[in-house]
């Protein structure tokens, strides 16, 4: 899958969130300037990082124009998890992704995976797009994060 968009976005200093809703939905969404840039829905992340990059190179839509009427009003989550990332996302945690220095930054925020544990960590990883970032922060240790 191509990101060109958010891949763009995020080299002109936007910042991409990920999260899962109430509802279970993975939630994609591209902010720059204090503003909504790009938005993407759906029961997976993959299909949600698709739907923003699409979203981005319309410039940005608004939701009720989009959900229900091009794409489908999704009302839940899935339970069946597509990647390590929509796992990530599934339990609970989410991701935020930025480029720093030139190079695509991926930050995992969450809840230690270890058993027994309840401390708040961060997985990093650094590349050149998105997903090699990505797979970079899915190995990456987990760093506990100060409360």
């Given at each position: 899958m191509k990101l060109?968009?958010?891949e763009k976005a995020l080299k002109k200093g936007s910042k991409m969130h990920g999260f899962r809703s109430g509802g279970g939905l993975r939630v994609i969404r591209i902010e720059g300037n204090?503003?909504?840039k790009g938005y993407g829905e759906h029961p997976n992340v993959?299909?949600?990082l698709s739907h923003?990059?699409?979203d981005l190179s319309f410039g940005g839509r608004i939701y009720?124009?989009?959900y229900g009427v091009i794409k489908p009003h999704y009302l839940t989550g899935s339970s069946h998890t597509t990647s390590s990332l929509d796992e990530w996302l599934y339990v609970g945690n989410s991701f935020?992704?930025?480029v720093k220095g030139g190079e695509v930054v991926v930050e995992l925020r969450g809840y230690s995976r270890l058993e027994g544990s309840f401390d708040q960590?961060?997985?990093t990883g650094t590349g050149t797009?998105?997903?090699q970032a990505l797979e970079k922060a899915v190995v990456s240790p987990e760093v506990k994060v100060a409360c």
């Open positions: 060109s968009h958010i204090g503003k909504l993959e299909d949600a923003a990059n699409e009720n124009a989009v935020d992704a930025f960590v961060v997985k797009d998105f997903f």
